[in-house]
């Protein structure tokens, strides 16, 4: 479950009890998430509403994931919080991936962070059928999280294919 930390959203989930909830930013102007929750504007810390939230999905028993920019900062601040998981937030990599190896190298960094602070680490945002197996091949990433590309090829060959022919990409990408 992707939630806001929103104190209705927080109780549905402690309610639903899914096996993992990821906390993500909502703005209400966005179509689509453009960046990771902000963990340390706070005097370094992350929002009281977030912390709270995390504890009561947390005493509920659910496994808890953050989604965040591949920030070392903000990747010291999700330890901090005691959190299973975070997201890294690929968008920018996926924005530049034909003309600049710089987001991956940020990407491959925050990924041996996050793995050296105890962290179970997932990736996603932009990720599609040309860009994802860089992505997929970072052994460290245990989670891809891709929906508007898949969902977007299952209109035209339909949902099992789609995901399919994505699984086959990230696991070739795995292999080589």
Do not use: C, W
């Amino acid at each position: 479950l992707e939630l806001a930390a929103a104190p209705e959203i927080v109780t549905i989930a402690a309610h639903l009890v899914p096996h993992q909830a990821t906390f993500v930013p909502e703005r209400r102007q966005e179509i689509t998430t453009e960046g990771g929750l902000d963990l340390t504007s706070h005097g370094g810390h992350a929002d009281r509403r977030l912390v709270d939230g995390i504890a009561r999905v947390r005493e509920a028993g659910i496994r808890i994931s953050l989604f965040i920019n591949p920030d070392l900062a903000t990747i010291d601040e999700a330890a901090r919080l005691g959190v299973a998981a975070v997201e890294l937030h690929t968008g920018e990599y996926s924005m530049a991936y034909q003309t600049s190896r710089a987001p991956l190298e940020r990407l491959l960094a925050a990924t041996a962070h996050a793995k050296a602070a105890g962290l179970a680490v997932h990736a996603g945002h932009g990720l599609t059928y040309r860009n994802v197996g860089p992505v997929a091949a970072v052994p460290a990433i245990e989670e891809l999280n891709i929906g508007h590309s898949i969902v977007s090829r299952a209109i035209m060959v339909g949902m099992e294919r789609a995901v399919r022919e994505m699984r086959q990409l990230a696991d070739a990408a795995r292999v080589d």
